[in-house]
């Protein structure tokens, strides 16, 4: 195929001399450094248009000091829920004319965390995080603007996008409240980490709530990992018939798939000798037969949110709710059976 | 808590005033410009080891103009494929010392694409690209090292890195053959276009290798999409019983969803009453039960293939091949029935 392979940069020079101005008034009018007349602004607009030039992040930075680069750092990127963050914030960066540098974390020690500051202190302007948990960052180090995503500890200091972990689980148990079940199990969760104490919370509540006495022995404590759904399933499942729970809340995407796989380890379906219900959607969730009823959350939301936020800081200005909660989102499916 | 807030950056002259050597010598260690003397040089390199001195992107490019900053363009980050990609490239870079940048391409049009090229043309000395399918992407403008990863079309004029599509089916086909199957269908697969095209050929190859004669009516063609896989394993189980088949190949993820669906709509499911088997592996093929075999690609080591193929061409260096084809690993689990 003939195609033209190359065709060079429009540069700043092109811009100049197409508006007959100097190259530095170019420069004032793109990065809107001080005032020049409507009228010559109006030239290089238009000489900008027509030619199609587009400003790159090196020469704007060395020009205006700004980068107009952010770094978003993630444990990694293999997990769906951090691909979606990672879409929305980046989208919203895009939009607003940012660019995003990445970086994993997962395996980082103290002494990557400071080496990742070093390097790119002087590139990005801002940073968004999606803290590991445990969470091992000295975000204190990094003197510009931060966001965090997703917290699992309380983090007052900072500016972050949270969700509603106890609105979830309560959404949850009161599902199948509402559909008649009163031996409601919780698989997973501990009562001393934030986020998951707020899920524990949640579930609690939503007994209160609709008068259902706590059952201690219907409560499976543990991680948010698959193992714990799988075990903490069986162990209910062999309780004696007059204790065996008739639902089950799960407080994750892990511990629902250990719960599922425990029930198919038996013969059984969630839905049908057993209802289920999850904190979080997955493709299992999703496309299992019956499906499963879960906890939404708005992924690519919190993203674009926490870079909304994130370029408020850069541009000066301090929203007035360090915090920002977001509402969970029940999808009701198949896995709750009405009594 | 107290601690220390706020830790200045060790800057490039305290590390010459340690050194006792000017700054222009320090810039001349670090980024190997030309020679100073070993004694000179050594006492640099203590200097920054003491006290933890990590040049910073900015400055790095300042001096050696370049940049140690790379581009990789996805068509977006909640597909798992291009999360495996993007970790698998970025864990090479970082240890090749190398930023990565980032940009999602799922909505570009030929316009997105220019802005996309003089944006980071000066920023990124080289670019990672998983094209979308369709490809719109015109290489040919990028005036730097490209590596394509995951190719649907020929790209002769390209690096590539890809997957062995044919050795795929031929290998979840010979194991439906290997475990005594003869009516074995294909579901999904375009024979048009080049990685679709592959894994038809694979299924054919396999059954030509074992003497079975092809069956058209066991051929349901269409795009990699959830909704030919429903639709073309409905219309096999709809098949007079002589006809019908045994076992099933499924061409891709989605694909293989929508033929697990329609047998869950039947109350069936992959192993018992049909043999299954799909190229790619995903969350619902792990954990159903039966769980699914399927063709794992090696997807976290085509991102760092695909990183190093391209620092080696940042570096000057051209590999001889062209084209990197990664094998396609067969994980064998319990959706294929022995018959």
């Given at each position: 195929?003939?195609?033209?392979?190359?065709?060079?940069?429009?540069?700043?020079?092109?811009?100049?001399?197409?508006a007959g101005v100097a190259i530095s008034t170019v420069s004032r009018v793109l990065n809107g450094l001080d005032k020049v007349s409507p009228r010559t602004e109006k030239k290089v607009r238009?000489?900008?248009?027509?030619?199609?030039?587009?400003?790159?992040?090196?020469?704007?930075?060395?020009?205006?000091?700004?980068?107009?680069?952010?770094?978003?750092?993630?444990?990694?990127?293999?997990?769906?829920?951090?691909?979606?963050?990672?879409?929305?914030?980046?989208?919203?960066?895009?939009?607003?004319?940012?660019?995003?540098?990445?970086?994993?974390?997962?395996?980082?020690?103290?002494?990557?965390?400071?080496?990742?500051?070093?390097?790119?202190?002087?590139?990005?302007?801002?940073?968004?995080?999606?803290?590991?948990?445990?969470?091992?960052?000295?975000?204190?180090?990094?003197?510009?603007?931060?966001?965090?995503?997703?917290?699992?500890?309380?983090?007052?200091?900072?500016?972050?996008?949270?969700?509603?972990?106890?609105?979830?689980?309560?959404?949850?148990?009161?599902?199948?409240?509402?559909?008649?079940?009163?031996?409601?199990?919780?698989?997973?969760?501990?009562?001393?980490?934030?986020?998951?104490?707020?899920?524990?919370?949640?579930?609690?509540?939503?007994?209160?709530?609709?008068?259902?006495?706590?059952?201690?022995?219907?409560?499976?404590?543990?991680?948010?990992?698959?193992?714990?759904?799988?075990?903490?399933?069986?162990?209910?499942?062999?309780?004696?018939?007059?204790?065996?729970?008739?639902?089950?809340?799960?407080?994750?995407?892990?511990?629902?798939?250990?719960?599922?796989?425990?029930?198919?380890?038996?013969?059984?379906?969630?839905?049908?000798?057993?209802?289920?219900?999850?904190?979080?959607?997955?493709?299992?969730?999703?496309?299992?037969?019956?499906?499963?009823?879960?906890?939404?959350?708005?992924?690519?939301?919190?993203?674009?949110?926490?870079?909304?936020?994130?370029?408020?800081?850069?541009?000066?200005?301090?929203?007035e709710q360090k915090r920002l909660i977001m509402e969970s989102r029940l999808l009701k499916r198949d896995s709750v059976k009405r009594l």
């Amino acid at each position: 195929m003939e195609r033209e392979k190359i065709r060079k940069d429009i540069t700043i020079k092109d811009v100049a001399k197409r508006a007959g101005v100097a190259i530095s008034t170019v420069s004032r009018v793109l990065n809107g450094l001080d005032k020049v007349s409507p009228r010559t602004e109006k030239k290089v607009r238009e000489a900008v248009e027509e030619l199609g030039y587009v400003q790159n992040v090196l020469a704007v930075s060395m020009v205006t000091g700004q980068t107009k680069t952010v770094l978003m750092a993630v444990p990694d990127f293999t997990n769906d829920f951090n691909g979606s963050v990672i879409q929305g914030a980046e989208e919203y960066l895009k939009e607003q004319g940012y660019t995003m540098l990445i970086c994993s974390t997962k395996d980082f020690g103290e002494e990557d965390f400071e080496n990742l500051y070093r390097r790119f202190s002087k590139l990005a302007e801002g940073i968004l995080v999606v803290p590991a948990n445990p969470d091992r960052m000295d975000y204190g180090r990094w003197e510009k603007p931060l966001v965090l995503v997703d917290v699992y500890r309380p983090q007052e200091d900072y500016y972050t996008i949270e969700i509603d972990n106890a609105g979830g689980t309560f959404l949850l148990t009161e599902e199948l409240i509402k559909n008649g079940h009163r031996k409601i199990a919780l698989v997973g969760g501990l009562p001393d980490e934030t986020a998951s104490g707020q899920r524990v919370a949640g579930y609690l509540e939503a007994l209160k709530a609709y008068g259902i006495p706590v059952d201690k022995r219907l409560m499976v404590p543990g991680v948010h990992f698959e193992d714990t759904g799988s075990r903490g399933m069986e162990r209910l499942l062999d309780l004696p018939e007059e204790i065996r729970p008739t639902g089950v809340v799960a407080v994750n995407n892990l511990t629902c798939i250990g719960c599922m796989k425990a029930l198919a380890g038996r013969g059984m379906r969630a839905g049908r000798e057993i209802s289920l219900a999850a904190f979080d959607d997955h493709l299992l969730a999703r496309y299992s037969v019956p499906a499963v009823t879960v906890i939404e959350r708005p992924t690519i939301e919190m993203g674009r949110e926490g870079a909304r936020v994130l370029l408020e800081l850069l541009r000066g200005r301090r929203p007035e709710q360090k915090r920002l909660i977001m509402e969970s989102r029940l999808l009701k499916r198949d896995s709750v059976k009405r009594l």
